[in-house]
């Protein structure tokens, strides 16, 4: 049973790559890191809801790792002007976000009991 | 300039051991880069994961900024990266530009800011969007796949509307533009109209071929038609719906990021997107939850015009009772529970600091001060809670709607700071009412209640408010911030 399996091994990965397999495989991605941003989402507090926008807005700026190969490539000088605007939009986000959500976050803090 | 790119393409092949086939190579960088995407995207759940409790809040974050370091350094070392000049000056640029705004922006213009970087997001992932199509449609000359083309579609769209749309509320935010919605005859069918017509633009990318002209142009066009949708749908938004707009904003840029993974077969790019948009989304539902109101609803501008007719004829003939600022004072200083209801009011008037100035004064008298904060108070979600944070009021006063709204019975006063809204008990007894079925902070339960209030115009809705006219409320008139400090010199004195 050991060696059918392994014989119909490469058959099968060969059988499910279509054209449509990695499409899936990325909604797939997309889907459960949805739930799992929702599931966590839910559980945060009313009291740190902006917090939370400038977080999940900084770590979109991930659009920042396509934006660096668009600037980098030199596929044409139109992509790279295109990418070094999108490099600076993304970074704005990044670095920016980060940072707010920090200098927002060490305002929050308990009563001292004294 | 050829020595920056040659300096790292040499540093990279010192790396990435250069007597290597070339292809052995790209694998090998490969590697490191899903490695690093993978830890990026478990950081970047980690780190949300920490808002979930005030404490850990900001190593959460902190771990999730590690995470993007480490996206950013092994996307660096793409083998398709040439050259490092534009990448290094964008990086500058923006890095400078970010850091400004965050060290020097005040905390009442968070929701500006939360505007802007959506549209800043937004037109990042819509550049590339246009730099990919161009690469493979003109560039390379190549077919894109119609997955491709859809996904490509969704980010240029999604992108462009959210860019537009984010500077609309920018500018209303920062009073740039009127911040009353604008209006106009068949504006609900002309925008269902101007997206149809993006919707078919969008259809035809995906099934023609993308190699004709045609294609190219209406690829271009649909970019135009998203940034005039954008422009369109806000504009008949005002400003008490904010919390609603930033929020879908923030869902629709989130959604730009994602579909930008897609096109680019990006992991870590499809999940922050996902991320951002399940926030945007559930925070649009909490808004819209708590203003008793659908998407659809907002998106569509009913509240637009305000009702003019609603509870007008009910508070005819009755009348308000002014109170002093020593009577206020008085009143608030032998109280034995207070709880303090702040609204937009005071943070246009930015006097968070006297409210916590006077909260402080009533607890010294050994009163307690409890603050009870309406999810739809202010202009985005939590931010009453982050100016009073910044006034060091501490987070365990600020009290959600459930979980205050008993305990306003047994409150000797609420002070009603700047809110309107939020306290009307007509969306609680009044079915004509447009926000009737909108849950309300109950302040009119409270044995006293004190309003400070600008003058007796009606709130931004519109609607009458009958609590300013119960026999138990009265209304000192005047700017909250100068009120505030009057009533703060007042309970001193009563030392």
């Known amino acids: 049973m050991g060696t059918t399996l392994l014989n119909a091994w490469p058959l099968a990965v060969e059988a499910s790559q279509t054209s449509l397999t990695l499409p899936f495989l990325r909604l797939y991605v997309f889907v459960l890191a949805g739930f799992v941003g929702y599931q966590i989402i839910t559980r945060v507090p009313a009291l740190l809801h902006t917090p939370l926008m400038s977080a999940t807005n900084a770590i979109s700026g991930i659009s920042l790792v396509g934006s660096l190969v668009a600037a980098g490539a030199q596929f044409s000088k139109f992509s790279t002007f295109l990418g070094f605007v999108a490099v600076t939009a993304a970074t704005i986000n990044v670095v920016g976000g980060f940072m707010i959500t920090d200098r927002m976050l060490k305002m929050f803090r308990r009563q001292e009991r004294s | 300039m050829p020595s920056a790119s040659q300096l790292a393409l040499h540093l990279l092949g010192a790396v990435t051991a250069a007597p290597k086939p070339v292809k052995a190579q790209h694998e090998f960088r490969e590697f490191f880069i899903e490695v690093a995407y993978l830890a990026a995207s ?13 404490d850990k809040a900001r190593r959460g974050m902190q771990l999730a900024a590690i995470g993007m370091f480490v996206a950013v350094l092994g996307t660096l070392i793409d083998f398709r990266i040439v050259d490092y000049t534009w990448i290094l000056l964008g990086l500058a640029l923006g890095s400078a530009i970010g850091a400004a705004i965050s060290i020097w922006m005040p905390m009442t ?13 937004a037109l990042a992932a819509t550049l590339v969007g246009i730099s990919h199509y161009d690469y493979v449609t003109r560039v390379l000359g190549e077919e894109l796949s119609r997955v491709d083309m859809a996904a490509l579609g969704f980010e240029v769209m999604f992108g462009s509307l959210t860019i537009t749309g984010s500077l609309m509320a920018f500018g209303k935010l920062q009073e740039l533009l009127p911040g009353a919605p604008v209006t106009y005859a068949g504006q609900n069918e002309s925008n269902i109209g101007l997206f149809a017509v993006a919707v ?56 730009a990021s994602s579909a930008t993974g897609f096109v680019l077969g990006n992991n870590v790019l499809i999940i922050a997107g996902a991320l951002d948009g399940a926030s945007g989304f559930l925070l649009s539902i909490l808004m819209s939850k708590a203003m008793n109101r659908s998407f659809t609803n907002v998106l569509f501008g009913a509240f637009g015009t305000p009702a003019e ?58 009163g307690e001060v409890k603050f009870a904060i309406h999810p739809v108070a202010g202009r985005m979600p939590g931010h ?83 609590l300013f006219y119960d026999h138990k409320c009265s209304l000192l008139f005047g700017d909250a ?13 009563l030392q």
Do not use: C
């Open chain 2, 42 to 54: 478990v950081l970047f759940i980690l780190g949300l994961r920490g808002l979930t409790a005030p």
């Open chain 2, 481 to 493: 911030k100068s009120s505030l400090t009057k009533l703060v010199a007042e309970v001193k004195a």
């Open chain 2, 309 to 366: 007719s609603a509870g007008a004829a009910s508070t005819a003939g009755l009348v308000v009772r002014p109170i002093s600022s020593e009577d206020a004072a008085a009143q608030l200083a032998y109280a034995r529970e207070v709880i303090i209801v702040p609204g937009y009011g005071m943070a246009v008037a930015q006097a968070q600091h006297q409210v916590r100035e006077l909260a402080e004064l009533i607890e010294r008298r050994g």
């Open chain 2, 109 to 121: 213009a968070i929701p500006q800011r939360t505007a802007i970087s959506h549209a800043f997001g």
């Open chain 2, 384 to 466: 009453m809670n982050v100016l009073l944070a910044e006034a060091n009021v501490p987070y365990d006063k600020l009290l959600d709607m459930d979980e205050i709204n008993d305990q306003f019975s047994r409150a000797d006063v609420a002070l009603v700071i700047g809110a309107n809204d939020v306290v009307n008990p007509a969306a609680r007894n009044d079915p004509s009412s447009p926000i009737y079925g909108m849950p309300i902070l109950n302040a009119d339960q409270a044995k006293s209640v004190i309003v400070l209030k600008r003058s007796m115009n009606p709130g931004f809705a519109g609607i009458e408010n009958a």
């Open chain 2, 200 to 255: 078919l633009m969008f259809l035809f990318l995906v099934f023609s071929s993308s190699l004709t002209g045609s294609h190219t142009v209406i690829f271009y066009l649909m970019v135009v038609v998203g940034l005039a949708v954008g422009v369109l749908i806000v504009i008949p938004i005002g400003g008490a719906d904010m919390p609603v707009v930033i929020s879908l904003l923030n869902s629709y840029a989130g959604l």
